[in-house]
């Protein structure tokens, strides 16, 4: 089977075929009239037929040669938009950002649009993940944690203060009625696995040893608890900005008044990584996003 030939020649072709002059196809490409006739002359060798008509002061395409151009048309498309995909995908800066599942399908998400319009420049990759950020292997430029914002060697900007809220379902608290805590004794309670806000933290706040309860539901995420509890499986406790009113719309009730956490919300990243700008950027961005929620 012949081999097809040398991509090289097809630029030579491509600019000739359309403009019909080999000058005006030297001039486009910075090469001489001489230079293109013989890439031309070895393409028609590789092919083993004429590609021109080589008239007085223009050339024109034989059949063989407009059926040739059609090809080499698709392929140099190809190649130059595969081209600026590369670049795009690898030159674009990216910014790459863990936080809670919650967070990032519940505050991030449904916004982030609007960073987009703002900062197209910027691709965002965001990571839905309940485990903590390993800066010094995983390769995320910053997350949203909830934390005392003490994490050594680490820059943690705050977002806001936070609240927990025990949140049940209207249909369940119908059926099981919450007027205190011991009245848990008769519900199951919903626990994110890695949340670090559980319900020892309310047993802490009551001055109790532990609040009692039927049974125990572990799920994976702050969002599967939520879920879980939409569901009437049991109660959990929601952990949100204070004032916020994320939950409303939800088919959730609060029981009692929320709580006031020692915690806060964090912006966490790893400084003098080259990314500062960027990050502060996206970081102001959730800021606003945060207190505009707050306010509402």
């Known amino acids: 089977m012949q081999k097809p030939p040398p991509l090289q020649l097809l630029p030579a072709f491509e600019a000739a075929s359309r403009l019909s002059s080999f000058s005006k196809a030297a001039a486009e490409l910075h ?15 590789h092919l083993g037929m004429p590609l ?10 034989t059949e063989a040669g407009t059926a040739f151009a059609e090809v080499v048309s698709q392929t140099l498309h190809t190649y130059r938009a595969g081209h600026a995909d590369l670049l795009h995908r690898h030159t674009r800066p990216v910014l790459r950002m863990s936080a809670s599942v919650y967070v990032t399908h519940e505050l991030l998400i449904p916004r982030l649009g609007t960073f987009q319009k703002v900062h197209p420049h910027i691709d965002i990759r965001l990571e839905a993940n309940m485990e903590l950020v390993d800066f010094e292997h995983d390769p995320i430029d910053a997350a949203i944690r909830l934390g005392s914002g003490n994490w050594p060697g680490l820059e943690a900007l705050p977002l806001c203060t936070c609240q927990a809220a025990l949140v049940a379902s209207p249909d369940l608290l119908k059926r099981l009625p919450v007027a205190s805590l011991a009245d848990l004794k008769r519900h199951t309670l919903i626990h994110p696995r890695t949340s670090n806000t559980d319900w020892d933290m309310v047993a802490r706040f009551a001055n109790l040893p532990r609040v009692e309860r039927q049974g125990d539901l572990v799920l994976d995420s702050d969002l599967a608890a939520i879920k879980a509890a939409e569901a009437g499986l049991g109660v959990t406790l929601a952990v949100m900005p204070k004032g916020t009113s994320q939950l ?3 088919r959730l009730n609060t029981i009692m008044a929320p709580m006031d956490l020692p915690i806060q919300l964090y912006f966490v990243f790893r400084p003098n990584d080259g990314k500062e ?9 959730i800021k606003q996003t945060v207190d505009e929620l707050s306010a509402v």
């Open 31 to 45: 090469l001489t009239t001489a230079a293109i006739s013989q890439q031309i002359k070895q393409l028609e060798g």
């Open 277 to 285: 700008a960027l990050l502060m950027l996206l970081y102001r961005w």
């Open 52 to 61: 021109f008509r080589r008239l007085t002061r223009r050339v024109e395409l």
């Open 248 to 250: 409303h719309g939800r």
